[in-house]
Structures are given as C-alpha cells and as structure tokens.
C-alpha cells in the first residue's frame, strides 16, 4: 500500500511523523529518504515524539547512530549518509538493533539495500521548489 502526503509547512511533516510514531509497533523498521534539507530531521523529530520521547532529536551523521530509550518503545536513529562498506553496520550491532523490540529509523537506507529487512516501511520526502518553498511531498509504502 502506498499513501502520498502533501505538507506545507514544516509542522504538517512534524506531525505526519507524530501520527507515525503514536501508531509505531515493537520491531517497526522505516527507511528514509530525501535531499540534504528536505525535512528527514523534522519529519524524524515528529516520529520520535509520538512514541512518546522528550530528548531532543538531531541527525547521528557521524555516530551513525542514536539509541532513545526511555518513550513507549526504543527509538534506533540510523544516518548511515558515511557508511563506506555495508559491513561497518556489522559494527555497530545493526541487527540488534533493527531486529529488536524498538523502532527504527534509517536514513538513507538506499545505501545499505542489501541489508534492509523485508518488511519496512519507506517514506520518501521530496521537495518541488515550484509549489513554495515549505511544500514537501511524502510517500509512505509498505514493503512487501
């Protein structure tokens, strides 16, 4: 099933990642893509709040990743934008963490395909600088 979103300002995608997060299951995996600037960080922040988390959330780019612990679920933020090799998520505990009991969140998951699990949800963000500056189009699509 695909859905397509159409937000127009940065609290619309903060709360399409709410309502994300508040309907989020135990074992939950969503891919994130989009262009530097597109709102991956907003829409994330939004996701993270619905389960419930009051740290405030920033993009791991250079720890690859960030563990939340204490929402309703365990909340796994993967950037892996500076993974040279797919085997450097071996090091990192990858598979702990997204075959575990919490949620997690990979952006730009197109970088480590061969490794994502089946099941998935992806949620693509684009921008279209002709319909404003704020607008975002955003697909969610259940993998398989």
Not at 64 to 79: A, C, K, N, S, T
Not at 103 to 129: G, Q, Y
Request: proline share 6%.
């Amino acid at each position: 099933m695909k859905e397509i979103f159409e937000t127009f300002k940065p609290e619309e995608t903060f709360h399409l990642g709410f309502q994300m997060g508040k309907e989020a299951t135990p074992g939950q995996v969503v891919t994130l893509e989009g262009d530097l600037g597109v709102g991956k960080t907003v829409f994330t922040q939004g996701v993270a709040k619905g389960l419930e988390i009051e740290e405030p959330i920033c993009s791991p780019t250079f720890t690859i990743v960030q563990v939340y612990e204490e929402g309703r679920l365990p909340f796994y933020h993967f950037d892996v934008y500076r993974i040279g090799d797919v085997e450097e998520m071996d090091e990192i505990g990858y598979e702990d963490y997204v075959y575990g009991d919490g949620v997690s969140m990979i952006e730009w998951a197109n970088l480590i395909e061969e490794i994502l699990p089946e099941h998935r949800t992806a949620v693509k963000i684009e921008k279209d600088p002709s319909r404003g500056f704020d607008y975002r189009r955003i697909t969610i699509e259940q993998i398989p």
